[in-house]
């Protein structure tokens, strides 16, 4: 046994584990999966709430984590531990990519889908919909294998870590691509609100960051190389010349290139990059998920009430993510507006600023982010698939050994 991590990444959520494991081997997991009551594991503890913590505490960090390009040359297997790091690297020394990235690459893949985390763009979906099978060591210490097509399938991918322990995941690859950034400032309320389609839908991926101050703020554009005119001004908003931070007034050097300069796709698709902190490190994230329809009426809710949560933003931004078919992912069958929040580190000044935010987007069918800060309630009845992921949880985990006080909360039938 060794002492296990007492904090989140951000230290912001404190856990409460008694022992941790380091396993070595997929045998050596599944016999301390046969063997615990209660365990978790953890990826690379980047959530913001309790979804990860537990008695014992399973790290797989000394497991292999061999990424394989599979026979097909269309997907990639790799040990669910990985980061999205780790795996451009092995990838872009094979000239290969996957579809999209999270705003940092520092994150565990088994974490991530594990949320339903996700990048921006109208046509991309989440990081899970790159999932094409998954390997997992069930309650009962067995491995269990699921591929897309399996009736099971759906289900398992964003997982909550509530399944089983994934040993690996196989993702769908595309040949590699390039990005260039642009940052466009000074957008106004009234220029988002008239054209949203048209600024979320202006190319691969775009994210429009902001304070919910006078000005809504900056369009951040990720291009796919192409013959493309990086006009001076994007409706009303100028771009930029120098380098920008999403974090206004911190040191640009930790962001991906911009200046519309092309480069890999794991190099522009996050914002942060591999080398260096991510985003600011003190502080908290909440988002929210919200049926693109109700986009402009979501984002004219919360400015009615923004007095209410203003002071407490770092940054903020509007990312849009396309529709799938997997069960517990806020974009089940449904494109989304997800509205993110990068709060300081202030837990009790934050909990009541959502609970506000959460009453101003009740009207929206506004669903939280799985790893980010939430009021703690029963919301698994708000998935219209939850019925048969409870079933599958029981059949996968009938003792609730990867459960916690948290998810029993959360997926509660109330
Ligand atoms: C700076 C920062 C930036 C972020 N940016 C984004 C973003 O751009 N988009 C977005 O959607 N989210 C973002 N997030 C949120 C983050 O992606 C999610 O919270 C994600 O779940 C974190 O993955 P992790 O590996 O850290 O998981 P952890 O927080 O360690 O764990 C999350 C869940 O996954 C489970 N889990 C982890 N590994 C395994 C495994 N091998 N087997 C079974 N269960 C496992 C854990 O038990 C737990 O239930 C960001 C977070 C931070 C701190």
């Given at each position: 046994?060794?002492?296990?991590?007492?904090?989140?990444?951000?230290?912001?959520?404190?856990?409460?584990?008694?022992?941790?494991?380091y396993?070595?081997?997929?045998?050596?997991?599944?016999?301390?999966?046969?063997?615990?009551?209660?365990?978790?594991?953890?990826?690379?503890?980047?959530?913001?709430?309790?979804?990860?913590?537990?008695?014992?505490?399973?790290?797989?960090?000394?497991?292999?984590v061999?990424?394989?390009?599979e026979?097909?040359?269309?997907s990639?297997?790799?040990?669910?531990?990985?980061?999205?790091?780790?795996?451009?690297?092995?990838?872009?020394?094979?000239?290969?990519?996957?579809?999209?990235?999270?705003?940092?690459?520092?994150?565990?893949?088994?974490?991530?889908?594990?949320?339903?985390?996700?990048?921006?763009?109208?046509?991309?979906?989440?990081?899970?919909?790159?999932?094409?099978a998954?390997?997992?060591?069930?309650?009962?210490?067995?491995?269990?294998?699921?591929?897309?097509?399996?009736?099971?399938?759906?289900?398992?991918?964003?997982?909550?870590?509530?399944?089983?322990?994934?040993?690996?995941?196989?993702?769908?690859?595309?040949?590699?691509?390039?990005?260039?950034?642009?940052?466009?400032?000074?957008?106004?309320?009234?220029?988002?609100?008239?054209?949203?389609?048209?600024?979320?839908?202006?190319?691969?991926?775009?994210?429009?960051?902001?304070?919910?101050?006078?000005?809504?703020?900056?369009?951040?554009?990720?291009?796919?190389?192409?013959?493309?005119?990086?006009?001076?001004?994007?409706?009303?908003?100028?771009?930029?010349?120098?380098?920008?931070?999403?974090?206004?007034?911190?040191?640009?050097?930790?962001?991906?290139?911009?200046?519309?300069?092309?480069?890999?796709?794991?190099?522009?698709?996050?914002?942060?990059?591999?080398?260096?902190t991510?985003?600011?490190?003190?502080?908290?994230?909440?988002?929210?998920?919200?049926?693109r329809?109700?986009?402009?009426?979501?984002?004219e809710?919360?400015?009615?009430?923004?007095?209410?949560?203003?002071?407490?933003?770092?940054?903020?931004?509007?990312?849009?993510?396309?529709?799938?078919?997997?069960?517990?992912?806020?974009?089940?069958?449904?494109?989304?507006?997800?509205?993110?929040?990068?709060?300081?580190?202030?837990?009790?000044?934050?909990?009541?600023?959502?609970?506000?935010?959460e009453?101003?987007l009740?009207?929206?069918?506004?669903?939280?982010?799985?790893?980010?800060?939430?009021?703690?309630?029963?919301?698994?009845?708000?998935?219209?698939?939850?019925?048969?992921?409870?079933?599958?949880?029981?059949?996968?985990?009938?003792?609730?050994?990867?459960?916690?006080?948290?998810?029993?909360?959360?997926?509660?039938?109330?």
């Amino acid at each position: 046994m060794k002492t296990p991590p007492s904090t989140n990444w951000a230290a912001s959520f404190r856990y409460g584990f008694r022992d941790c494991v380091y396993p070595t081997s997929v045998d050596a997991l599944c016999e301390t999966v046969a063997r615990s009551k209660n365990l978790k594991v953890l990826g690379s503890r980047h959530s913001f709430n309790a979804i990860a913590d537990g008695d014992l505490a399973v790290i797989l960090s000394d497991m292999p984590v061999d990424p394989v390009v599979e026979a097909d040359g269309a997907s990639v297997s790799v040990g669910g531990h990985a980061t999205y790091g780790e795996l451009a690297s092995f990838l872009n020394e094979r000239k290969l990519a996957i579809h999209n990235l999270a705003s940092l690459p520092h994150i565990s893949i088994a974490g991530a889908i594990a949320t339903a985390t996700h990048g921006s763009g109208d046509g991309n979906g989440n990081l899970a919909t790159a999932v094409s099978a998954i390997e997992f060591v069930a309650g009962d210490g067995t491995l269990v294998r699921l591929k897309r097509g399996d009736p099971d399938f759906p289900g398992a991918v964003v997982h909550l870590g509530a399944l089983g322990v994934i040993t690996r995941v196989t993702l769908d690859v595309l040949p590699e691509f390039e990005v260039a950034q642009g940052v466009y400032e000074g957008l106004s309320w009234p220029a988002l609100l008239e054209n949203f389609d048209a600024i979320m839908g202006a190319c691969y991926s775009v994210s429009v960051f902001t304070q919910w101050r006078e000005q809504a703020g900056a369009i951040w554009l990720k291009r796919k190389a192409g013959a493309y005119n990086w006009a001076e001004d994007m409706f009303g908003a100028m771009r930029s010349t120098v380098k920008r931070h999403p974090i206004i007034g911190l040191d640009p050097q930790n962001s991906t290139d911009q200046l519309q300069q092309y480069g890999r796709w794991s190099d522009r698709l996050p914002h942060f990059k591999m080398g260096f902190t991510p985003s600011n490190g003190e502080e908290i994230q909440s988002e929210f998920h919200v049926p693109r329809r109700f986009a402009a009426a979501a984002i004219e809710a919360l400015l009615g009430i923004r007095e209410r949560f203003v002071p407490l933003i770092q940054a903020s931004e509007f990312r849009t993510v396309a529709a799938d078919d997997l069960w517990l992912s806020p974009q089940y069958q449904r494109d989304t507006l997800s509205i993110h929040f990068t709060w300081v580190r202030e837990q009790a000044a934050v909990d009541e600023a959502v609970s506000h935010i959460e009453e101003a987007l009740s009207a929206f069918e506004a669903l939280p982010h799985w790893g980010k800060v939430f009021s703690l309630r029963p919301i698994g009845r708000l998935y219209p698939k939850f019925a048969d992921f409870s079933a599958l949880r029981d059949r996968l985990d009938p003792q609730r050994k990867f459960s916690n006080q948290w998810l029993e909360t959360v997926l509660s039938e109330r």
